[in-house]
């Protein structure tokens, strides 16, 4: 009930009517997304709210954006790893990418049209800031799934409560004749969760725990939620934070646009293995860290370096 395996990944419908805490299609929910995280690290979310209307703004959006000057995007700076303009770069030649943080809120959402277009650009402010208010609904009931599926659920409001979000605007330009399809390699998200939203060109692949690459096709008015190293440090490593990549047809013209929103908890709160999800069988694998410090860790030449990187950043000693 409530979801359907297609091809691979296991897809939730948010839109159903009556999904709501303790209903039947609520309880099996929680279940499926508990095993698809298990599993694949990965599920696909349906949410009708994700109208085509709001799907055509946001990628007209993301086009202005982009058409912007270099000079100008470059701009976009924040002092958090990974949050800010990243393009031109040589070893990821077709990707280039923005990000709005605080993206659910006016001053977030309103600072960075302002930055980007001094004189105002009010409609792109509206879309971008609904659109991340939209996701951030989906994230915030997957939240509270996975915390009730691991028996958790009273810890789920403050971890809600706690959560920023960041809404970055990615785009991966068609590979030209002989140059490399590769857009974007091989990594894991820093965050709790991430909810990715494309356009109509693929190219998202997902490293299951049995290690094999699944190609991910996302239906109409859908997400991929799938859980970042945060996520797996708070389950006390059931849940995978899986390894995925960008791959671009190489015969597309056209270019691959994602609309990509990282959840992070701010230093107020600390990521921590609730005590319910240690005991023998599971003893506690991961000290208590705050979020932003990973992001720090993964800049220095060791947390790039590492194969590990909760185990480096925050492993208990065995
Ligand atoms: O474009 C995508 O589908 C994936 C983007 C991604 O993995 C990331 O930005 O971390
Ligand atoms: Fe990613």
Not at 43 to 50: E, G, S
Not at 105 to 121: D, I, R
Not at 199 to 218: M, T, Y
Request: glycine share 6%; proline share 5%.
């Amino acid at each position: 009930m409530g979801s359907v395996n297609v091809p691979e990944l296991v897809v939730i419908d948010f839109s159903k009517e009556g999904l709501k805490p303790g209903s039947s299609s609520w309880s099996s929910a929680c279940k499926d997304i508990r095993q698809a995280l298990e599993n694949h690290g990965c599920f696909i979310a349906l949410y009708d709210k994700i109208s085509s209307q709001l799907h055509k703004s946001i990628f007209q959006a993301a086009d202005q954006l982009f058409a912007l000057p270099t000079e100008l995007k470059v701009q976009n700076i924040n002092e958090k790893p990974y949050h800010g303009y990243v393009g031109q770069l040589p070893i990821v030649p077709l990707h280039e990418g923005l990000g709005i943080d605080y993206a659910t809120t006016l001053e977030g959402a309103q600072s960075f049209t302002n930055l980007m277009w001094p004189n105002g650009n009010d409609s792109f402010c509206e879309t971008a800031m609904s659109f991340a208010k939209t996701v951030a609904e989906v994230e915030k009931m997957a939240v509270r799934m996975v915390f009730e599926s691991y028996g958790v659920e009273k810890y789920a409001e403050s971890h809600v409560e706690a959560t920023t979000y960041l809404l970055r605007f990615l785009k991966y330009r068609a590979p030209e004749e002989g140059e490399s399809n590769n857009a974007f390699p091989t990594h894991t998200d820093k965050s709790f969760f991430t909810l990715l939203h494309q356009n109509h060109i693929s190219g998202l692949e997902v490293r299951a725990r049995n290690g094999e690459w699944i190609n991910v096709v996302f239906p109409p008015s859908s997400f991929v939620v799938m859980a970042g190293d945060a996520c797996q440090a708070w389950s006390n490593n059931r849940v995978l934070s899986a390894k995925h990549k960008v791959t671009l047809d190489k015969s597309t013209k056209e270019s691959r646009y994602t609309m990509a929103q990282f959840s992070f908890l701010s230093k107020t709160k600390m990521i921590a293995v609730p005590e319910e999800l240690v005991d023998d069988q599971h003893p506690l694998q991961f000290n208590p860290f705050v979020h932003i410090d990973l992001l720090y860790f993964y800049e220095t030449d060791q947390g790039r370096k590492s194969q590990n990187i909760l185990k480096d950043f925050c492993g208990t000693p065995v």
